[in-house]
């Protein structure tokens, strides 16, 4: 058992942590945006959001790499779509 988990948690609520429910600062209490891949490893796009938030990350990498290759913009625009993710996850995840 985890520490953050309940004696009577499974772990299988759709929270898409495997805790209980969310409810941290920047959390709407429709659900996260990214959570656990229900097979292989990591997480992933959960709703419209979260693949919204990837679509645009992808695309600015793209364009920052056509137009700026081995600039500080691309590497920038690569930070950006490494910690977007990671920062929203953290916002929702509880503590």
Do not use: E
């Not at 805790?19 to 229900?38: D, H, I, N, T």
């Not at 938030?53 to 793209?62: D, N, P, Q």
């Amino acid at each position: 058992m985890r520490s953050d988990q309940q004696p009577g948690d499974t772990g299988t609520d759709d929270s898409g942590f495997g805790g209980p429910p969310l409810g941290g600062p920047g959390f709407s209490g429709k659900g996260p945006w990214f959570g656990r891949k229900r097979f292989g490893y990591g997480y992933g796009p959960r709703t419209w959001q979260g693949w919204l938030l990837t679509a645009v990350l992808l695309a600015l990498v793209i364009t920052a790499g056509s137009i700026a290759p081995k600039s500080p913009l691309f590497y920038a625009a690569v930070a950006a779509a490494i910690v977007v993710p990671f920062a929203v996850m953290a916002i929702q995840h509880p503590r």
